[in-house]
C-alpha cells in the first residue's frame, strides 16, 4: 500500500527556512518524479517542485525559483524540500505526490504558516 509522510511544517517567521520531508513507504521511490504541490483553503493546489528520479533534473515555478530546492535520498525513500526566505504568500498545507501505475497518490499534507 502506497504511503506517503509529510512532516516539517510549522510557524516561522518572514524570511526564515524550514525543511519538509516526504516519507515514502509501499513503494520504491527510485524509479518515479516525486512532486511538491502547496494549497490554501479555497484555491487549487499549486506545483512547487517536481525533480527526476535520479534526482539530477529539478523544475520549479517563478513564484518559488531560488528559494526553493527540492531533493531526494532513494536510500532513505524521502524527498525534501527546503524552503527559504519565506513569505507570507508561501503560507499553505504543503503535499508531496507520486503517479504510480495509473493513479496519483497524495500524502496528507503538512502546515507550513509563514507570520511574525
Known amino acids: 500500500q502506497v504511503n506517503l509522510v509529510e512532516s516539517g511544517g510549522g510557524l516561522v517567521q518572514p524570511g526564515g527556512s524550514l525543511r519538509l520531508s516526504c516519507s515514502a513507504s509501499g513503494f520504491i521511490i527510485n524509479n518515479y518524479i516525486m512532486r511538491w504541490f502547496r494549497q490554501v483553503p479555497g484555491k487549487e493546489r499549486e506545483l512547487v517542485a517536481t525533480?527526476?528520479?535520479?534526482?539530477?533534473?529539478?523544475d520549479y515555478p517563478d513564484s518559488v525559483k531560488g528559494r526553493f530546492t527540492v531533493s531526494r535520498d532513494n536510500a532513505k525513500n524521502t524527498v525534501y524540500l527546503q524552503m527559504n526566505s519565506l513569505k507570507p504568500d508561501d503560507t499553505a498545507t504543503y503535499y508531496c505526490t507520486v503517479f504510480r501505475f495509473g493513479m496519483r497518490y497524495w500524502g496528507k499534507g503538512t502546515l507550513v504558516t509563514v507570520s511574525s
Open positions: 525533480i527526476t528520479n535520479t534526482g539530477e533534473g529539478t
